[in-house]
Every structure is written in structure tokens, then in C-alpha cells.
Nanobody
Framework: QVQLVESGGGSVQAGGSLTLSCAASLSLYTSSDCGMDWYRQTPGKERERVASIDSGGRSTYVDSVKDRFTISRDNAKNRLYLQMNSLKTDDTAVYYC?????????????WGQGTQVTVSS
């Protein structure tokens, strides 16, 4: 199983930066077995995938955060990161990390509890 704990959220003014971290406690899996994602959600809206990184380190981003956010991973430390620069008020949301772990041709998805990011104008 995988237990995920996010940290690094908070309040910041528009144009500022934050770095989110997702720490994993793993059993049965290793970090290299997992693709990783950051999602965000605001009240009344569906959860949106913001960024993804696969086991090879290849990353993808939703258009609204391209060139502002950077996803990275440290398999040795069992950690996932999201560096967020040039923050906008529209980035205000609860951010969740999610790990998709593969074993024996099956995938299991694990979620953190979320961390609030508030961007003020």
C-alpha cells in the first residue's frame, strides 16, 4: 500500500511561489513502480489533473499551468514535488497528490489528503 501526505500549501499573493511536497510511505511497491500526479479542486468543480510525471521522468501539464509549474520526483526519498511560480488567483484550490502504482499487471491508485493553496490579488 501507499500512504501519501502533502505539505507546503499556504497563502501567497499573486505572482508568488510555493512548492508542494508529497511524501510517501510504501509497502508492496517502490516509487519506480508508480506514475505520479498532482490534481486540484475548487468547491463545486471537478478535480482537475494539473501535472503528471511517469516513472521515466517525463512530465505533462494542463495548459493553464504550463511554463509556471514544474513537477518532479525523487524516488530515493519517495517524494513528489510541485514547484508553482507566477501564481494566479485562479490557482486557488485544494491540491492533491496521486500515485498510480503498477504490480502484476494491475494498477492501484492512492491519494493524499490534500493541501490548501490560496492566492490573493
Amino acid at each position: 500500500q501507499v500512504q501519501l501526505v502533502e505539505s507546503g500549501g499556504g497563502s501567497v499573493q499573486a505572482g508568488g511561489s510555493l512548492t508542494l511536497s508529497c511524501a510517501a510511505s510504501l509497502s508492496l511497491y517502490t516509487s519506480s513502480d508508480c506514475g505520479m500526479d498532482w490534481y486540484r479542486q475548487t468547491p463545486g468543480k471537478e478535480r482537475e489533473r494539473v501535472a503528471s510525471i511517469d516513472s521515466g521522468g517525463r512530465s505533462t501539464y494542463v495548459d493553464s499551468v504550463k511554463d509556471r509549474f514544474t513537477i518532479s520526483r525523487d524516488n530515493a526519498k519517495n517524494r513528489l514535488y510541485l514547484q508553482m511560480n507566477s501564481l494566479k488567483t485562479d490557482d486557488t484550490a485544494v491540491y492533491y497528490c496521486s500515485w498510480r502504482c503498477y504490480r502484476n499487471f494491475r494498477v492501484s491508485t492512492f491519494w493524499g489528503q490534500g493541501t490548501q493553496v490560496t492566492v490573493s490579488s
